[in-house]
């Protein structure tokens, strides 16, 4: 008879596979111990982590406590207060249901529980090291419960290992505290990181706390939902659509007061704006939905933030015209049509007409780069006017329907011939979109958006800190409050923001004050543009590894580049074409997109034959 081979796990080595689920990174745990805190009814929470939480997580709160048996109870798996049956599943009221988080915690890092509930004269300590009991003994406490977590992953150095830098994991963190400190307006929430305090948050109103998290700025941007059937109740914030941005950041979807993720409602969102924003930019939302726990699902992920309705048309339906409503209250668009589901009767189009088109002066003599760069004979352009050429294309709106098609066919060596061309070309714009010109009897078609990122992004990646690049001073110095999380990336980008010409100083908690800008850079909307850039910063480490500098400059050539649906003069297509075929790279973006397309002649000779 062979051995038996099957065993039973071990109860810490179960419990370390299942933190596994629910513990990717030091923002989980604060999660957890933050709903904890909220479940046990706590009205002041504070939140203190060293290295972004890395080796120590602190979470105190003023809530109910916990008795002796309690104490030692919570970190069991399963053990949880706060369902007995499976039906206590469909009317669930509290964040956590699981009894895992506080079982999986421990069983990955050091831990410490102290806990008094208010009717106990003393209170408990417990110690946990990597899932192993070592001591519960009585303690001094103030009513409530404190969490201590230490060196997260210590015992899965494969873990410890995959984590980010302290930078990228403490916006994980501001993030989950985000996600709670919204709905949960009522109570006090302080966080602190190494040493520093990031945010403290006093109870008050829901546009209050908005406030305080994103900057007052945001008030004005946003006008009240408010929509109640039978079935659901919707609550909350949408951004005007001239608000809209660039990114997806603050777009926050509450339901029963739970952060949850549902892109079907996204679309809903979305739906709500369409022909009211372009395609590249994202309304701001705060939207809070309340209905009975039986209609809806929220178990089917283990870190909860999916969910799924009974009936979730209905709710989408609901979610789109409640949204226009709300807009058109604010009296956004001409003719919304409320009653009609679904449909806004503006017209795309009509917007451009409106639009009259500005008169484009611009500088015969003008370059706006390095003039080392150019391969024009012209001497006179090789005298570098100072003005950028952003104020050669003020007062356009982009309009467009942005669906790219490019595909690049174009090849080195053609780019070595085209370089040794005289720029001597006839130019026409394609749809304010495409500037299309001949050459060596081929046609070829840039796309004037990408080729001007592309532009930007070198001319400032070559800036050393020899070679910074001028900085204008602004005669009303800037100030921007910025959230939490931005601020604290500001000022770790301080010396690159500085050798690419960007003059501030930190102004108090979470703003800055901006004195001067890029000598090269006119007439940009200050605050709006270094949200953006600090956005795209933010996207371009979440995605890949690039290093600060390159990655700054990214972000800046993303967002001060032309862009579609500005006109463009003969000169300018010129010019836009000459700096580009003498960029490193002119083919691609930094992202590596395509920027030009090249017609062969023989394939337009072929088609005509037939
Ligand atoms: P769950 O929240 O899913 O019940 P947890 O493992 O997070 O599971 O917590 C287990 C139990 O410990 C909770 O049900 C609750 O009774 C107790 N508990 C955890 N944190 C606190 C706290 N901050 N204050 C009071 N009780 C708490
Ligand atoms: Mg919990």
Redesign the pocket.
Known sequence: MSNNTITLLPDHVANQIAAGEVVQRPASVVK?LLE??I??GATQIKLIIKDAGKSLIQVI?N????NPF?ARM?FERH????INTADDLFALTTK????????SIAAIAQVELK?KKNDDLVGQHIEIDGGKFIAQTECQCATG?TFIVKNLFFNVPARRNFLKNDQVEQKHIIDEIERVAIPHTDIHFIFQSNGNEILNLPPGNLMQRIKSLIGSYIQKELVPISEDTNFVKIRGYVSLPENAIKTRKEQYFFVNNRFVKNPFLNHAIYEAYKELITYQSHPRYFLFLEMDPKNIDINIHPTKTEVKFTDDKAVYMLLVSSIKRALGKANVGPSLDFDSEMSITLDAQSENRIITQPKVSYNQNYNPFNSNTSVSQDNTLQKANKQHWETMFEGFKNTQENTITTTDTSQQNALEELKSEAVNFIFFQLNQKYIVTTYNKNVLIVDQQRAHERIVYEHYLKTKKETKIASQQLLFPEQIELSANDFTLMKDLTDEFKILGFDFEIFGKNSIVVNGTPSDLKDFKIAETIESILETFKLNTIDTKIEKHDNLCRAIAYNTCIKYGKHLENEEMRLILEHLINCEDPLHTASGKSIMMEVDHLDIEKFFKK
Not at 79 to 82: E, L, N, V
Not at 96 to 103: Q, S, T, V
């Open positions: 957890e904890n805190a479940d046990a709160d809530g109910k406590g916990m309690d919570c053990a949880t207060s706060k956590g249901f699981r009894g895992e988080a506080l079982a806990t419960t």
